[in-house]
Nanobody, 120 residues
């Protein structure tokens, strides 16, 4: 009902930048309230990175990425982006786009993920 397609991952050296994008489509795209990014490394649980609401106000960030990452969204295009600056090797992970729709208690649609690798 909502499809999410991520793009923009890749390999970058420490200190570099990458921009991830996620495009949402489907019958229920108009019900999206919050769009966010999560990341996961092997053998660890998926962790929250950043999120932004429909209104665009008050984006939230994990402590580990504050001041380095910036989340933004374009409601007209149903896209959310994550600008990642000053990347560190510990940012290496598969990054997932996720959305929470109206009346959903948690993120209920997920993308397939895009790999981000930061070399030291």
């Amino acid at each position: 009902q909502v499809q999410l397609v991520e793009s923009g991952g890749g390999l970058v050296q420490a200190g570099g930048s990458l921009r991830l994008s996620c495009a949402a489509s489907g019958r229920r795209v108009s019900s999206i309230m919050t769009m966010g990014w999560f990341r996961q490394v092997p053998e660890k649980e998926r962790e929250f990175v950043a999120a932004i609401t429909t209104s665009g106000g008050g984006p939230s960030y994990a402590e580990a990425v504050k001041s380095r990452f910036t989340i933004s969204r374009d409601n007209a295009k149903n896209t959310v982006s994550l600008q990642m600056n000053s990347l560190k090797p510990e940012d290496t992970a598969v990054y997932y786009c996720a959305v929470r729709s109206l009346f959903a208690g948690q993120y209920n649609y997920w993308g397939q993920g895009t790999q981000v690798t930061v070399s030291s």
